[in-house]
Protein backbone atom coordinates (compact mmCIF):
# COMPACT_ATOMS: atom_id res chain seq x y z
CA UNK A 1 0.00 0.00 0.00
CA UNK A 2 1.52 3.65 -1.29
CA UNK A 3 1.98 5.64 1.63
CA UNK A 4 2.85 8.95 1.76
CA UNK A 5 4.22 11.29 4.40
CA UNK A 6 5.19 14.90 4.91
CA UNK A 7 7.37 16.49 7.42
CA UNK A 8 7.15 18.75 9.03
CA UNK A 9 3.24 18.78 9.91
CA UNK A 10 3.35 22.29 11.09
CA UNK A 11 5.77 25.27 10.06
CA UNK A 12 6.01 28.30 12.07
CA UNK A 13 8.80 30.90 10.31
CA UNK A 14 9.30 34.38 9.81
CA UNK A 15 9.02 36.02 6.78
CA UNK A 16 12.26 36.52 4.58
CA UNK A 17 13.78 33.09 5.63
CA UNK A 18 14.20 30.22 3.99
CA UNK A 19 13.00 26.32 4.29
CA UNK A 20 12.58 23.28 2.89
CA UNK A 21 10.23 20.65 3.52
CA UNK A 22 10.02 17.09 2.62
CA UNK A 23 7.44 14.67 0.90
CA UNK A 24 8.43 10.76 1.07
CA UNK A 25 6.55 7.84 -0.35
CA UNK A 26 6.80 4.29 -0.15
CA UNK A 27 6.48 2.58 -3.39
CA UNK A 28 7.74 3.38 -6.68
CA UNK A 29 6.08 5.92 -8.68
CA UNK A 30 7.37 8.88 -11.48
CA UNK A 31 4.60 11.17 -10.89
CA UNK A 32 4.13 13.43 -7.82
CA UNK A 33 1.73 16.67 -6.96
CA UNK A 34 2.28 19.53 -4.74
CA UNK A 35 -1.22 21.61 -3.69
CA UNK A 36 -1.80 24.47 -2.12
CA UNK A 37 -5.18 24.91 0.41
CA UNK A 38 -5.86 27.97 1.94
CA UNK A 39 -8.01 27.80 5.07
CA UNK A 40 -12.16 26.61 3.89
CA UNK A 41 -10.70 26.96 0.88
CA UNK A 42 -10.48 24.09 -2.15
CA UNK A 43 -7.05 22.76 -3.17
CA UNK A 44 -5.14 24.82 -5.91
CA UNK A 45 -2.05 22.55 -7.89
CA UNK A 46 1.44 24.35 -7.57
CA UNK A 47 3.58 21.76 -9.30
CA UNK A 48 3.06 18.86 -10.79
CA UNK A 49 6.73 16.63 -11.23
CA UNK A 50 6.59 14.04 -13.45
CA UNK A 51 10.16 12.41 -14.12
CA UNK A 52 13.23 11.69 -11.69
CA UNK A 53 15.48 15.33 -11.34
CA UNK A 54 12.64 17.12 -12.26
CA UNK A 55 12.68 21.05 -10.77
CA UNK A 56 9.55 23.45 -11.18
CA UNK A 57 9.80 26.79 -9.54
CA UNK A 58 7.19 29.59 -9.59
CA UNK A 59 7.77 32.74 -7.60
CA UNK A 60 9.16 31.73 -4.44
CA UNK A 61 8.76 27.86 -4.53
CA UNK A 62 10.23 25.16 -5.97
CA UNK A 63 9.62 21.77 -6.45
CA UNK A 64 11.90 19.17 -7.21
CA UNK A 65 11.33 15.32 -7.63
CA UNK A 66 13.82 12.31 -6.62
CA UNK A 67 12.45 9.16 -7.53
CA UNK A 68 15.65 6.76 -6.47
CA UNK A 69 15.24 8.32 -3.04
CA UNK A 70 11.31 8.29 -3.45
CA UNK A 71 11.14 12.08 -2.21
CA UNK A 72 10.54 15.58 -2.82
CA UNK A 73 11.25 18.94 -1.40
CA UNK A 74 9.14 21.83 -1.43
CA UNK A 75 11.55 24.75 -0.97
CA UNK A 76 10.68 28.31 -0.09
CA UNK A 77 13.41 31.01 -0.42
CA UNK A 78 12.35 34.79 1.38
CA UNK A 79 8.73 33.63 2.93
CA UNK A 80 5.77 35.94 3.11
CA UNK A 81 2.98 36.27 4.77
CA UNK A 82 0.97 34.94 1.94
CA UNK A 83 2.53 31.87 1.81
CA UNK A 84 0.97 31.03 5.06
CA UNK A 85 -1.17 27.94 4.00
CA UNK A 86 -1.52 23.88 4.19
CA UNK A 87 0.62 22.70 1.37
CA UNK A 88 0.01 18.85 0.06
CA UNK A 89 2.04 16.63 -1.96
CA UNK A 90 0.21 13.65 -3.72
CA UNK A 91 1.65 10.76 -5.47
CA UNK A 92 0.11 8.48 -8.21
CA UNK A 93 -0.14 5.12 -7.11
CA UNK A 94 1.90 3.23 -10.05
CA UNK A 95 -0.60 0.88 -11.94
CA UNK A 96 -3.76 1.63 -10.26
CA UNK A 97 -4.70 5.92 -11.23
CA UNK A 98 -4.96 6.29 -7.62
CA UNK A 99 -3.65 9.73 -6.53
CA UNK A 100 -2.78 9.16 -2.74
CA UNK A 101 -2.19 12.47 -0.70
CA UNK A 102 -0.11 13.08 2.42
CA UNK A 103 -1.29 14.56 5.29
CA UNK A 104 -0.56 18.38 4.79
CA UNK A 105 1.98 20.76 6.24
CA UNK A 106 0.40 24.00 7.63
CA UNK A 107 2.88 26.63 7.18
CA UNK A 108 2.44 29.90 8.96
CA UNK A 109 4.81 32.62 8.21
CA UNK A 110 4.86 35.60 10.91
CA UNK A 111 5.41 38.98 10.05
CA UNK B 1 -13.79 29.32 -17.77
CA UNK B 2 -15.96 28.22 -15.33
CA UNK B 3 -14.23 25.86 -11.99
CA UNK B 4 -15.61 22.55 -10.69
CA UNK B 5 -19.19 23.20 -9.37
CA UNK B 6 -20.24 21.77 -5.89
CA UNK B 7 -23.44 22.01 -4.65
CA UNK B 8 -24.98 22.62 -1.76
CA UNK B 9 -21.46 24.38 -0.08
CA UNK B 10 -22.67 23.71 3.13
CA UNK B 11 -25.22 20.98 4.54
CA UNK B 12 -26.46 20.26 8.00
CA UNK B 13 -28.55 17.21 8.54
CA UNK B 14 -29.38 14.81 11.49
CA UNK B 15 -28.53 11.09 11.73
CA UNK B 16 -29.72 9.26 9.66
CA UNK B 17 -31.36 11.04 6.89
CA UNK B 18 -30.12 10.82 2.90
CA UNK B 19 -27.22 13.34 2.15
CA UNK B 20 -26.73 13.78 -1.73
CA UNK B 21 -23.87 15.99 -2.90
CA UNK B 22 -23.61 17.13 -6.15
CA UNK B 23 -20.91 18.47 -8.91
CA UNK B 24 -20.57 19.65 -12.18
CA UNK B 25 -16.56 19.19 -13.60
CA UNK B 26 -14.86 20.95 -15.60
CA UNK B 27 -16.55 21.07 -19.21
CA UNK B 28 -14.21 18.51 -21.43
CA UNK B 29 -12.98 16.67 -18.79
CA UNK B 30 -13.33 13.24 -18.70
CA UNK B 31 -12.02 12.42 -15.23
CA UNK B 32 -13.71 12.56 -12.29
CA UNK B 33 -12.95 12.33 -8.48
CA UNK B 34 -14.87 12.57 -5.61
CA UNK B 35 -12.54 13.04 -2.01
CA UNK B 36 -13.15 13.17 1.44
CA UNK B 37 -10.88 15.67 3.95
CA UNK B 38 -10.51 14.88 7.81
CA UNK B 39 -8.41 16.22 10.62
CA UNK B 40 -7.58 12.35 10.89
CA UNK B 41 -7.44 10.73 7.96
CA UNK B 42 -6.69 13.76 5.65
CA UNK B 43 -7.88 13.45 1.77
CA UNK B 44 -9.20 10.24 1.10
CA UNK B 45 -9.98 9.03 -2.44
CA UNK B 46 -13.42 7.73 -2.39
CA UNK B 47 -14.50 6.79 -6.28
CA UNK B 48 -13.56 8.17 -9.71
CA UNK B 49 -14.96 8.30 -12.87
CA UNK B 50 -13.73 8.17 -16.40
CA UNK B 51 -15.67 8.61 -19.07
CA UNK B 52 -18.68 8.72 -16.75
CA UNK B 53 -18.04 4.92 -15.83
CA UNK B 54 -17.08 3.73 -12.49
CA UNK B 55 -13.14 2.94 -12.49
CA UNK B 56 -12.40 2.22 -9.06
CA UNK B 57 -14.92 2.92 -5.36
CA UNK B 58 -12.66 0.48 -3.14
CA UNK B 59 -12.40 4.16 -1.49
CA UNK B 60 -15.95 3.78 -0.67
CA UNK B 61 -16.11 3.15 3.18
CA UNK B 62 -19.62 1.30 3.06
CA UNK B 63 -22.63 0.57 1.30
CA UNK B 64 -24.58 3.77 2.88
CA UNK B 65 -22.37 5.59 0.40
CA UNK B 66 -23.12 5.92 -3.78
CA UNK B 67 -21.71 7.59 -6.39
CA UNK B 68 -23.57 8.30 -10.09
CA UNK B 69 -22.56 9.78 -13.36
CA UNK B 70 -25.39 10.30 -15.80
CA UNK B 71 -23.57 12.07 -18.10
CA UNK B 72 -20.41 14.14 -18.43
CA UNK B 73 -21.25 17.23 -16.57
CA UNK B 74 -22.96 15.75 -13.29
CA UNK B 75 -22.18 13.59 -10.61
CA UNK B 76 -23.46 13.19 -7.32
CA UNK B 77 -22.67 11.69 -4.08
CA UNK B 78 -25.35 10.03 -2.15
CA UNK B 79 -25.07 9.14 2.32
CA UNK B 80 -28.36 6.71 3.09
CA UNK B 81 -28.48 6.87 6.10
CA UNK B 82 -25.85 9.50 7.63
CA UNK B 83 -24.06 9.29 10.52
CA UNK B 84 -22.47 11.37 12.71
CA UNK B 85 -18.91 9.93 11.50
CA UNK B 86 -19.26 11.16 8.16
CA UNK B 87 -18.91 14.39 8.93
CA UNK B 88 -16.05 16.01 6.33
CA UNK B 89 -15.71 17.97 3.64
CA UNK B 90 -16.17 16.41 0.30
CA UNK B 91 -14.58 17.23 -2.68
CA UNK B 92 -15.27 16.67 -6.53
CA UNK B 93 -12.73 17.50 -8.87
CA UNK B 94 -11.84 16.78 -12.31
CA UNK B 95 -9.41 16.09 -14.84
CA UNK B 96 -8.79 15.92 -18.63
CA UNK B 97 -5.99 13.16 -18.54
CA UNK B 98 -5.97 11.17 -15.70
CA UNK B 99 -3.18 11.62 -13.41
CA UNK B 100 -1.22 13.00 -16.28
CA UNK B 101 -2.30 16.56 -15.91
CA UNK B 102 -3.28 18.25 -13.06
CA UNK B 103 -6.91 18.02 -10.68
CA UNK B 104 -8.75 20.30 -10.58
CA UNK B 105 -11.06 20.88 -7.39
CA UNK B 106 -14.02 22.18 -6.68
CA UNK B 107 -14.71 23.97 -3.76
CA UNK B 108 -16.04 21.41 -1.25
CA UNK B 109 -19.51 20.53 0.53
CA UNK B 110 -18.83 20.72 4.12
CA UNK B 111 -21.03 18.27 5.47
CA UNK B 112 -21.96 18.03 9.41
CA UNK B 113 -24.42 15.29 10.84
CA UNK B 114 -25.80 15.55 14.73
Known amino acids: ELKVEQNPLFLSMQEGKNYTIYCNYS?????LYWYRQDPGKSLESLFV?????AVKQEGRLMASLDTKARLSTLHITAAVHDLSATYFC???????????FGKGMKLTVNP | DAGVIQSPRHEVTEMGQEVTLRCKPI?????LFWYRQTMMRGLELLIY????????DSGMPEDRFSAKMPNASFSTLKIQPSEPRDSAVYFC????????????FGEGSRLTVL
Open chain 2, 93 to 104: ASSNSGFLGELF
Open chain 1, 27 to 31: TTSDR
Open chain 1, 49 to 53: LLSNG
Open chain 1, 90 to 100: AVDNSGSEKLV
Open chain 2, 27 to 31: SGHDY
Open chain 2, 49 to 56: FNNNVPID
